[in-house]
């Protein structure tokens, strides 16, 4: 984890260096918006209304507008503000732990000792844990003073952000008003159904069963080749932007290994993504080499089928011509026997 604040704890007179790290993070898939025709990425400028030039962040300053007149803040300004550069969580009472209504949380950061001997963290940490309070807080954070409780977890400082009072709504429903009466049967049953689901809450056992199955849909169109190319589709984007792009294929890859691995998802769900993807991939891939092969089956077989006919041509044009000499050599052969003859006839008589 990386510190986002540094400061200290002031109660009394003690002072306590500490870090503060978030407690928490979001694994939920980040999703652009795009075209539906070419998949091209939809963005949105910041542009001035009075110029109509687009605008960058550094030039970007804070205004408050009532309608009537605006106010520019300046950074400069803000920095100014001394509640702001405060670098101090300051305790302001120690109130018991049940007195906190859970609708005021926010968010959770982690607080670490930063000093060589954390002697005077682990003082407050134990004070909190043996009197069973809990410390409201000053502090400020990215630019506000901030409202928030400290308290101990898992021998953890622990600093809750929480709203001020005027932010919680009253919960008025005129529905609620009227009397109404609720049978004996009627809460024998519900307290049946308490009685059969009663548990200790355990948070692991819980899963973000949605973001499970969008991760499946989009693990699914990598491996079936249903994706874009992220350079030709997107153009050209900013350097933040462009790390978060290439974060979130890096986060898909290492999603998809450690979903075959660990086989985190129910056998249903694991069925109906390997029969699809097995479905695909036997259509696109297999599908592919077969025509190329039959194509080449083909051709083969026509260049062999023109040579074949070739020679069946020239066959009966050499026939005859190979008859023809044995026809002579036939009619030269009595002819040749027939001299003989006669020579030797004249032999005998001369003898």
Same mark, same amino acid.
């Given at each position: 984890?990386?510190?986002?604040?540094?400061?200290?704890?002031?109660?009394?007179?003690?002072?306590?260096?500490?870090?503060?790290?978030?407690?928490?993070?979001?694994?939920?898939?980040?999703?652009?918006?795009?075209?539906? %025709?070419?998949?091209?990425?939809?963005?949105?400028?910041?542009?001035?209304?009075?110029?109509?030039?687009?605008?960058?962040?550094?030039?970007?300053?804070?205004?408050?507008?009532?309608?009537?007149?605006?106010?520019?803040?300046?950074?400069?300004?803000?920095?100014?503000?001394?509640?702001?550069?405060?670098?101090?969580?300051?305790?302001?009472?120690?109130?018991?732990?049940?007195?906190?209504?859970?609708?005021?949380?926010?968010?959770?950061?982690?607080?670490?000792?930063?000093?060589?001997?954390?002697?005077?963290?682990?003082?407050?940490?134990?004070?909190?844990?043996?009197?069973?309070?809990? %410390?409201?807080?000053?502090?400020?954070?990215?630019?506000?003073?901030?409202?928030?409780?400290?308290?101990?977890?898992?021998?953890?400082?622990?600093?809750?952000?929480?709203?001020?009072?005027?932010?919680?709504?009253?919960?008025?429903?005129?529905?609620?008003?009227?009397?109404?009466?609720?049978?004996?049967?009627?809460?024998?049953?519900?307290?049946?159904?308490?009685?059969?689901?009663?548990?200790?809450?355990?948070?692991?056992?819980?899963?973000?069963?949605?973001?499970?199955?969008?991760?499946?849909?989009?693990?699914?169109?990598?491996?079936?080749?249903?994706?874009?190319?992220?350079?030709?589709?997107?153009?050209?984007?900013?350097?933040?932007?462009?790390?978060?792009?290439?974060?979130?294929?890096?986060?898909?890859?290492?999603?998809?290994?450690?979903?075959?691995?660990?086989?985190?998802?129910?056998?249903?769900?694991?069925?109906?993504?390997?029969?699809?993807?097995?479905?695909?991939?036997?259509?696109?891939?297999?599908?592919?080499?077969?025509?190329?092969?039959?194509?080449?089956?083909?051709?083969?077989?026509?260049?062999?089928?023109?040579?074949?006919?070739?020679?069946?041509?020239?066959?009966? %044009?050499?026939?005859?011509?190979?008859?023809?000499?044995?026809?002579?050599?036939?009619?030269?052969?009595?002819?040749?026997?027939?001299?003989?003859?006669?020579?030797?006839?004249?032999?005998?008589?001369?003898?």
């Amino acid at each position: 984890m990386r510190a986002i604040w540094k400061g200290s704890i002031t109660f009394g007179l003690v002072n306590v260096p500490v870090k503060l790290y978030s407690a928490t993070e979001e694994h939920d898939l980040q999703l652009h918006q795009v075209h539906d %025709a070419d998949g091209g990425r939809i963005r949105y400028e910041r542009k001035c209304e009075v110029c109509g030039k687009k605008v960058e962040y550094s030039h970007i300053d804070k205004a408050y507008d009532d309608g009537e007149q605006t106010v520019v803040l300046t950074g400069e300004d803000l920095e100014a503000l001394p509640a702001e550069r405060s670098r101090e969580i300051e305790v302001l009472e120690f109130v018991p732990n049940e007195q906190i209504d859970p609708i005021l949380f926010e968010r959770s950061y982690y607080l670490e000792p930063d000093s060589k001997s954390p002697k005077a963290y682990v003082l407050l940490r134990r004070v909190l844990e043996e009197t069973e309070r809990t %410390a409201v807080v000053r502090i400020s954070l990215r630019q506000r003073t901030r409202l928030a409780t400290m308290r101990v977890r898992d021998d953890v400082l622990l600093v809750q952000t929480i709203r001020w009072s005027d932010e919680v709504r009253a919960a008025e429903f005129s529905a609620l008003d009227d009397d109404v009466t609720v049978g004996k049967r009627e809460m024998d049953l519900a307290r049946s159904i308490v009685r059969d689901l009663e548990s200790d809450f355990e948070p692991e056992q819980y899963v973000d069963e949605y973001q499970e199955q969008l991760r499946a849909l989009v693990e699914a169109k990598l491996e079936q080749g249903d994706a874009l190319d992220t350079a030709a589709t997107f153009g050209e984007t900013e350097e933040d932007e462009g790390a978060e792009v290439i974060d979130l294929l890096e986060a898909l890859q290492r999603s998809v290994e450690k979903r075959k691995g660990s086989g985190a998802r129910s056998e249903a769900d694991d069925d109906d993504a390997d029969a699809g993807t097995e479905d695909a991939d036997d259509a696109a891939p297999k599908d592919a080499p077969a025509k190329r092969t039959s194509t080449k089956t083909a051709t083969k077989t026509a260049s062999k089928s023109t040579p074949a006919k070739k020679p069946a041509a020239k066959k009966p %044009a050499a026939k005859p011509a190979a008859k023809a000499p044995a026809a002579k050599t036939a009619t030269k052969k009595p002819a040749a026997k027939a001299a003989a003859k006669s020579t030797a006839a004249s032999k005998r008589k001369s003898a």
